[in-house]
């Protein structure tokens, strides 16, 4: 299974970023994928998630800023941000959750490299 994150990079307070992360390579089915951000120092911590039957979930840092949407179809999830906050600045991890290869594996969860955000204030 491969991951490829994109959309990172440096961007000024109240601008916006647009992450993308893109699953392939020998998936069966996913339940769900998400974003998860670790800042220096700090534990990871959930940004969103969205699942196969689009039901999301957020932070409370990352409601009404946050935007996450998926094409199931691509596996791919994106995470639109808006109003960003120098605290927000993090390496971004995308996740796929409940991952099978097969009908007959079971399901785990497959981290990605993670992508750099950072806002300047």
């Known amino acids: 299974v491969q991951l490829q994150a994109s959309g990172g990079g440096l961007v000024q307070a109240g601008g916006s970023l647009r992450l993308s992360c893109a699953a392939s390579?020998?998936?069966?089915?996913?339940?769900?994928m998400g974003w998860y951000r670790q800042a220096p120092g700090k534990q990871r911590e959930l940004v969103a998630t969205i699942s196969s039957g689009g039901n999301t979930v957020y932070a409370d840092s990352s409601k009404g800023r946050f935007t996450i949407s998926r094409d199931s179809a691509k596996n791919t999830v994106y995470l639109q941000m808006d109003s960003l906050k120098p605290e927000d600045t993090a390496v971004y991890y995308c996740?796929?959750?409940?991952?099978?290869?097969?009908?007959?594996?079971?399901?785990?969860?497959?981290w990605g490299q993670g992508t750099l955000v950072t806002v300047s204030s």
């Open positions: 390579g020998g998936i069966f089915s996913v339940n769900g």
């Open positions: 996740a796929v959750l409940g991952l099978r290869r097969t009908s007959w594996m079971p399901p785990y969860d497959y």
